[in-house]
């Protein structure tokens, strides 16, 4: 990963190798040095900029899309065994 | 059913790499609004049992769905799980939080499942598949020599008018998004399925998947980039007035 001589200096990541941290980087996992080589990145690359922010939009909205199952099929069925395993053990034990 | 119980029981994996920003700890991810839970369960309460159920189903369901032929057979290996829940929760001991545990039956159930059917017999091959070999985004998109050797020769065009909100209002936007997830390879999916769809935390995905905390970034980020794709066709194709 070292910077050879005579490469622009956008700063010591590629765009290539930054975009494999995104994820972790929005997560706060990445290592102190590391988040501020990429912040660094960050602050003069627009395409990185824009790939940080598509991420982040991916990561909310996965989690807002809407859910098509909501119970089991059978969940009668659960809810009787469930109740009946309660009878038998009330405490739980 | 207590073999099964037992094999998947609690065990919190401790192969984690040190993570440096350490979220809830185990006990406080068990406090995190599943103590009270668990307290009502015992006590027989049928609105908990409900409410666990509801929970976590659809998750359940989706993962299982990874492991096994077809939507019916998951919800066979589900409703199997939930009934090993409803048997052990009584030697629940609150190692692990809820969940974890829950997940843990329903992984082991889909796995035999799945053997047993001899749809996913190479279990280790399928595990392995996808997962740190490749670069998750097209190589091509970077320069590939010269002095901008990897950066950017094709950067993504930004989103500006594309709010979260936006997204999930465009009925083609969401089927893209969803259809992207449900071809992800199970490895990818279960993560994001975990993490980003149910909001579990890092180091709860790691212990339910047992994978490192570095592997699961790396599955994580090439599940989310494969959505962003899906996005990014789904945007390049709209009619540019809209």
Redesign the interface.
Known sequence: MAQEE???I?SEI????I??W???YL??????ERKRHIALHLAI????E??V???A???????????????????QR??Q???A???R????? | MNVETSAVTESVSHRMVA???PELSQSAAVANGEVALLAR????N?GA??EL??RH??AL??MAMGYVADREVA?EV??DT??VV??G??QFEGRSSLRTWIFGIMIHKAKDRGVREKRHTNFSSFESADDEGD???D?SR?HQSG??????AF?????DD???EK??ASQQA?TA??RA?EALPRTLKDV?ILR????VE?KEVCDILKIT?TNL??R??RA??R??QA??THLERRPSAV
């Open positions: 005579g490469q622009p956008l590629t765009c290539q190798e975009t494999q995104v994820s972790a997560d706060e996992h990445v290592a102190d690359c627009a395409g990185c824009t790939y922010k598509q991420i939009t991916v990561r909310d909205v996965v989690g807002l899309l809407p859910k098509a199952v909501k119970q089991p099929a059978d969940s659960l809810r065994a469930f109740v395993r309660a009878k053990s009330p405490a739980g034990g | 993570g440096r920003k369960l015992r006590q027989g049928e049992f409900d159920v509801t189903h659809s369901i989706r919800e589900v409703q939930w009934m409803i048997e929760l009584g670069e998750a985004i190589p970077f002095e901008w050797a990897g950066h950017w950067p993504p065009q930004p989103w594309q709010t979260p997204l999930l969401v998004m969803n997830i994001l980003d769809v149910e909001g890092t905390e970034y790396v994580l980020h989310r980039e959505v962003r996005v990014e």
